[in-house]
C-alpha cells in the first residue's frame, strides 16, 4: 500500500500541470490538471493505512494468560509474555481478551476502504484509456481479444481490480458476521475470524499491487487532455468569481449572468477561444439592467482552462504550485509512516532475539 502511494505521488509530481477536465457526476465540472487528482488517489489511500495502522496496534495486544474467562490463579506473568512476542500491550480484562473480535474488523474495514479506492480509479482509468476519452494509455496488462483481432488493449489489470474489490466486500462480512450474534465470551465463532482477515490481507495486496503496476507504466496524453476542453465553457466558474469582484455582485447574481452568456454563446456555437463579449453584455443587461463593460480580451483569459489552474490556489486545489506544495508533505508524511512500520518489524525481531536468549539460557541451567 505504501508502493502504492509512492506511485501516485511519483506520476502527480509529473503531471502537477497536465490540464484535464474534472468531472462530477460524469460531465465536465471544472478544470483539473492529473496531478491533482492523483493526488486525491494518494490522499485517500493515506487515510486508510491509519486505520490499519490502528489495526495493527489492535491486533498486537496480548490476549494470552485469560484462561477460560477469569483469569488463573498461577503466578503468571502477561506481562513478560507480551514482551517476549514483541507485542504493544495487553488486553487486561480476561473475559475481554477471551471474546476478542474488534481488532479483527478495523483491520477489514481499512483494507475494504483501501480497495474500494483502487476500485474506483481503476474505474475511471478504464474509461478514460478508451478511444472515447484518449487521455490514458494502459502501460502494464493489455488484454487481448480472442475474437476480434483488432482489438488489442483491453484494461486487464484494471478490471481484475474491479473484481477482487467486489470479494473484498465477502471477507469484510465473513469477519463482521463472525463476532455477530454470538455471547460476549468464549465461542466457537472466534475461530473463524482468521481466515475471512487473512483473505482480505490478501486481496488487498492484489488490489494495490495491480493499481501500483499499472501506474509505473501508465502513458498520459497530456494534448488529448487539454484539447477536449480547450475551447469550452468549463472554466465558467472563474468568469463568475472575478464578475462578483469587480462588480460587487452576489454570487447568485453572476451566476445568471455567465449561465444566459453561456447557453447563447453555445446555441450560436462559439467556442470559448473566440467569445465574444457582446453575448456578455447582453447576459448583464437582460439579468442587470446594465453592461459589466468587460473587454472581450479579458473575458477569454477568464475562460481559459490554464488561467483557471493558475488562479485556483486555494489551500488543496489545483494551482500547480499547491499540488508541489501538497506532495513534498505527503512524502515527508509517508517516509514518517514507513519509518514506523520498520520499527515495528524491529521490534518483533528484537523480541523474538529477547525470547530465545532467555531460553538459551534457561537450557544451559
Not at 503468571?76 to 495487553?90: A, P
Not at 453592461?291 to 488561467?307: G, I, N, Q, V, W
Amino acid at each position: 500500500i505504501h508502493d502504492l502511494q509512492d506511485a501516485t505521488l511519483d506520476l502527480a509530481e509529473q503531471h502537477a500541470t497536465t490540464i484535464m477536465p474534472g468531472y462530477t457526476h460524469f460531465r465536465h465540472a471544472q478544470p483539473t490538471t492529473f496531478g491533482h487528482y492523483l493526488l486525491s488517489v494518494s490522499d485517500a489511500v493515506g487515510r486508510s493505512t491509519k486505520t490499519l495502522e490502528h489495526g495493527y496496534h489492535l491486533m498486537s495486544l496480548n490476549e494470552m494468560g485469560c484462561g477460560a474467562l477469569a483469569g488463573t490463579s498461577w503466578p503468571i506473568d502477561r506481562d513478560l509474555v507480551s514482551r517476549y512476542l514483541g507485542m504493544e500491550g495487553l488486553i487486561e480484562n480476561a473475559n475481554d481478551a477471551v471474546s476478542y473480535t474488534d481488532g479483527y474488523l478495523v483491520v477489514a474495514c481499512g483494507l475494504t476502504n483501501v480497495t474500494n479506492i483502487t476500485s474506483r480509479t481503476a474505474l475511471e482509468m478504464s474509461y478514460w484509456s478508451g478511444v472515447e476519452y484518449g487521455f490514458l494509455e494502459i502501460g502494464h496488462h493489455r488484454g487481448i481479444s480472442f475474437m476480434m483481432p483488432q482489438k488489442a488493449s483491453n484494461p486487464n489489470d484494471m478490471e481484475l481490480i474491479r473484481v477482487h474489490a467486489g470479494q473484498m466486500i465477502g471477507h469484510l462480512t465473513g469477519v463482521a458476521t463472525a463476532g455477530l450474534r454470538t455471547p460476549h465470551g468464549d465461542a466457537f465463532e472466534m475461530l473463524h475470524m482468521a481466515e475471512p482477515t487473512l483473505a482480505a490481507l490478501e486481496t488487498a495486496e492484489n488490489c494495490s499491487s495491480k493499481l501500483t503496476r499499472e501506474l509505473r507504466k501508465l502513458q498520459v496524453n497530456k494534448e488529448r487532455m487539454l484539447a477536449l476542453i480547450q475551447e469550452s465553457y468549463i472554466g465558467a466558474t472563474e468568469l463568475a468569481n472575478q464578475i462578483v469582484r469587480d462588480y460587487e455582485l452576489g454570487y447568485r447574481t453572476a451566476h445568471e449572468i455567465v449561465n444566459e452568456f453561456v447557453l447563447a454563446s453555445r446555441e450560436q456555437k462559439i467556442p470559448a477561444t473566440k467569445a465574444r463579449a457582446e453575448l456578455l453584455e447582453e447576459a448583464a443587461q437582460k439579468t442587470l439592467g446594465r453592461k459589466l463593460e468587460m473587454s472581450e480580451a479579458r473575458l477569454r483569459e477568464l475562460l481559459d482552462p490554464a488561467y483557471f489552474i493558475k488562479v485556483t490556489n486555494s489551500r488543496g486545489g489545483a494551482a500547480p504550485a499547491e499540488v508541489a506544495r501538497m506532495i513534498a508533505d505527503r512524502r515527508q508524511k509517508l517516509a514518517a509512516a514507513r519509518a514506523r512500520h520498520l520499527k515495528r518489524i524491529e521490534t518483533l525481531e528484537q523480541a523474538q532475539q529477547e525470547m530465545l536468549s532467555e531460553l538459551r539460557k534457561l537450557r544451559e541451567e
